[in-house]
């Protein structure tokens, strides 16, 4: 190897080593886990299922329009085909009792050219009738088989439409119903509330009468164990602010260790300021009427409304508003 030769050589094995002891790239940093969703507000609910449902009977109405369209078609089809089988058949009945009449047969049983050419324009014409009356049935018979089977396909339109719009309702109900209704929160609520794990019940499945037997994790009274059970579905649920549940003298469920009030703040009590706070009363109220039956709610009082199983959002108008908090009270 000659010197300029050794010299390329050795240029080439020090890029070699270069490349090999190059620290490798390092790894493209793994993309961020998407952001979890918000549950959709009821409002967002209602909107898509009303929309969706507002589309399927849209479609119906057209379905039903077009239904109307092809029978008045069918109708006439079939009508044509009815006029027309008759005289088809005249011919076939015809030909069946003198039999057929072959163009060869015609027209060499021709005694002279002029018989032979009245025939040959008389056999075109039969032909040609024959032939015009078959093509019209035929026509006429597809036609009604073609609007027929339209009108078949707009009729499984219509009751894919009508299934559709039946499980939009369903599920528009479904969603007022999980959350006790659109009357107060407006549908500025979860549309999806947590569901909450079932407290105790008798072997007859009734809620037992429970008394003020457990350390109130809130003050220093003591509330009821299906209280206790309730308060801790609620703050497992993620709502963590400020509450209050024995509080002693008065009437009702306070004093008996059976109520709770949740603020809309970490500390104290005062009226919903702003968006978050009213979203927070409303949340709350929603997953305790979801899970009434669960935990064993006796009635809600939120926002100047109160909430029983029995007869759903009904205004109130006690000593207080309640707008600064969300009242539970227990069976």
Known sequence: MTASGRRWFAAVLAVLAALLFVTPASAAPSPKPPAEEEAP????????????????????????????????????????????????????????RTGRLTPAAALLNSLSPEIFLDRAVALEQWNEVNAERLRALTEATERAASAKAAMDAEVATAAKAQAVMAKQKREAEKALALVGGFKLTGGFVSAYSPTARPAPRGPDGQFKDESCSVDDPTTGGCITPRTLHAYQEVKRAGFDRFVGCFRSGGPFEHPKGRACDWSLRDSGFATAANRDQKMYGNNLAAFLIRNADRLGILYVIWYRQIWFPATGWKSYSGASDHTDHVHMSML
Do not use: H, I, M
């Open 41 to 96: 507000l009821l409002s967002d609910v209602l909107a898509v299922t009303g929309k969706q449902y507002v589309q399927a009977r849209t479609a119906l109405e057209k379905s039903r329009k077009a239904q109307l369209r092809l029978a008045l078609e069918v109708d006439a089809a079939q009508a044509r085909v009815d006029v027309l089988k008759p005289q088809v058949g005249e011919v076939a009945a015809e030909a069946y």
